[in-house]
């Protein structure tokens, strides 16, 4: 329990420190991470530090105000932060990572750019696995996956302004087509079940 306590204190002094420093660049959630120790976003430990670090944000809202609401913590829109646009491009953060991190961030698969040519049964099956995390984790989820027409694995597409730019990233080549085509929906999970 007190190893766990100093981690997460100690995660809350980087983040609110480093935050700061970040003002600049839009908070980048990347580099946030490498501060806490990572050598690149995506290695080893990203999804335990991104734990660690929305728990010290949601902590630090509630002790800070008597009315919290809403979505608090971290949000990892590959497109939107230059770090990401790094690890993605070095090889570093891939879609599974991101898929990972999405067990514990505030939302889901976000500008997350693929091939044209990805099938439309490959995004539905990365939609229903995010929606099972959604549902096992009672918490909420969502996608924004973009299939970049003419793009392979590699490019960059520029989405523009704040969206900013993200390499397209592979996906599995392997169908889940069957799967998809069973039709059906992610069940809302058995509360009931909990005690």
């Known amino acids: 329990m007190l190893p766990a306590l100093i981690l997460t204190l100690a995660a809350l002094g980087i983040a609110l420190l480093r935050l700061w ?5 839009m908070l980048e959630m990347a580099r946030i991470l490498e501060e806490m120790g990572l050598e690149v976003c995506g290695t080893h430990g990203t999804t335990a530090a991104l734990a660690l670090l929305n728990d010290a944000v949601k902590k630090g809202g509630v002790m800070a105000s008597s009315h919290v609401g809403g979505l608090s913590g971290a949000f990892i829109p590959v497109s939107e932060d230059e770090g990401m646009i790094a690890a993605a491009r070095s090889g ?60 392979t694995v590699g490019d960059m597409v520029e989405f523009g302004g704040l969206l900013g730019a993200a390499p397209v990233q592979p996906v599995h080549p392997f169908s889940a087509k069957e799967f998809v085509e069973r039709g059906g929906r992610i069940p809302a999970p058995m509360q009931s079940l909990k005690n």
């Open 21 to 25: 420093a970040y003002r600049a660049q």
């Open 92 to 151: 570093a953060l891939t879609l599974d990572k991101l898929e990972a991190m999405t067990c514990v961030c505030s939302v889901g698969l976000d500008m997350i750019a693929v091939p044209g040519d990805t099938p439309a049964e490959t995004i539905s099956a990365i939609i229903a696995d995010e929606a099972a995390i959604g549902m096992v984790n009672a918490k909420t989820t969502a996608v924004r996956i973009i299939p970049a027409p003419g793009c």
